[in-house]
């Protein structure tokens, strides 16, 4: 069994940035795929990016690519999601996730899920 707990939300100005954390328990961290998805009101969830369990492979959305960055240190546990530039579209409850198997796209069944952490942008 693995937990997931977010933490690094908040309020935050256009074009401002924030660092996302997720700190995992359990042994076998390193190797699981991890993930986050984000969830905006009355929207469905969706992908944000993923990584491998080595960190050499990473895959993220389109509408993301080029301003959030995610990266995780095995030694800690943590997955980490660097948000730059951020828009008041990025407004959602981000999650972690992670996934037994190997894989990175967005359709991925992935087997535990955070509690969430609320990221607010203003305009």
């Known amino acids: 069994q693995v937990q997931l707990v977010e933490s690094g939300g908040g309020l935050v100005q256009a074009g401002g940035s924030l660092r996302l954390s997720c700190v995992a328990s359990g042994r076998t961290f390193s190797t699981y795929v991890m993930g986050w998805f984000r969830q905006a009101p009355g929207k469905e969830r969706e992908f944000v990016a993923a990584i491998t369990w080595s960190g050499g492979n990473t895959n993220y959305a389109d509408s993301v690519k080029g301003r959030f960055t995610i990266s995780r240190d095995n030694a800690k546990k943590t997955v980490y999601l660097q948000m730059n530039s951020l828009k008041p579209e990025d407004t959602a409850v981000y999650y972690c996730?992670?996934?037994?198997?190997?894989?990175?796209?967005?359709?991925?069944?992935?087997?535990?899920w955070g509690q969430g952490t609320q990221v607010t942008v203003s305009s």
């Open positions: 996730a992670a996934r037994t198997a190997y894989g990175l796209g967005p359709n991925m069944r992935y087997d535990y």
